[in-house]
């Protein structure tokens, strides 16, 4: 599955970005790019969709560094994925997407078919 970013902008202002396929290497640091350029005054209410994501590395880690580095200033939902990224990407990914508040371990366990 190649990887692929879709992109929308809701009438309510929020951003709401998909990631398809590995989020890894080059494609992680063109998401991350993206996002920073598409973050701009009055957008800070940001949707991340990792549901057909099915891979994650280091640097696609980094995105979620980056959002917890924003220090509250962006208000960030991730839709976790559900298959193909192991227990730990998954929980490294709860824990930085929370910004510094406690995880809710049961908003982020693996949908079970």
Known sequence: ???????????????????????????????LEFLRSAIGPGRRDV????RETTSIDSLGIEMFNWIRGQNGKLSVKVLPPIMGVSDDELKSIALNSLQGSEPDNS???????
């Open 1 to 31: 599955m190649r990887t692929s970013f879709s992109i929308a902008y809701t009438d309510d202002g929020q951003l709401q970005m998909r990631i398809t396929g590995k989020f890894t290497g080059h494609a992680a640091r063109e998401g």
């Open 47 to 50: 949707k991340l969709d990792l």
């Open 107 to 113: 908003s982020f366990r693996r949908a079970r078919a």
